[in-house]
Nanobody
Framework: QVQLVESGGGLVQAGGSLRLSCTAS????????MAWFRQASGKGRELVAV????????YYADSVKGRFTISRDNAKNVVYLQMNSLKPEDTAVYYC???????????????????WGQGTAVTVSS
């Protein structure tokens, strides 16, 4: 079991930056793959970025590649999403998710993740 709490969302102008944080409970943080998803109003939840338990492997959606960076600090039980060059289409509620590391899962869909935060809203004005 892990509990996740996101923070760092807010209102920013296009071209600006935000850093989202997700703080996890527990003492087994490094055993979870972590991800950021986002859900825009009226749309489904989409994967933004994934980072493995050790932090050595990452994945990014094409829409954010080169602009966003996912990282983690296992000593602090925190995963970050640094968002640069924000665009209005980045406006969404951003969710932190955790998945138990195991075989048979690709960690690319929301259904691959076991635990979720409540989300933090990001609004990018044009």
């Amino acid at each position: 079991q892990v509990q996740l709490v996101e923070s760092g969302g807010g209102l920013v102008q296009a071209g600006g930056s935000l850093r989202l944080s997700c703080t996890a409970s527990g003492r087994s943080f490094s055993t979870y793959n972590m991800a950021w998803f986002r859900q825009a109003s009226g749309k489904g939840r989409e994967l933004v970025a994934v980072i493995t338990g050790t932090g050595t492997t990452t994945y990014y959606a094409d829409s954010v590649k080169g602009r966003f960076t996912i990282s983690r600090d296992n000593a602090k039980n925190v995963v970050y999403l640094q968002m640069n060059s924000l665009k209005p289409e980045d406006t969404a509620v951003y969710y932190c998710a955790a998945a138990d590391i195991g075989g048979g899962r690709w960690y690319r869909t929301q259904y691959d993740y076991d635990y979720w935060g409540q989300g933090t809203a990001v609004t990018v004005s044009s």
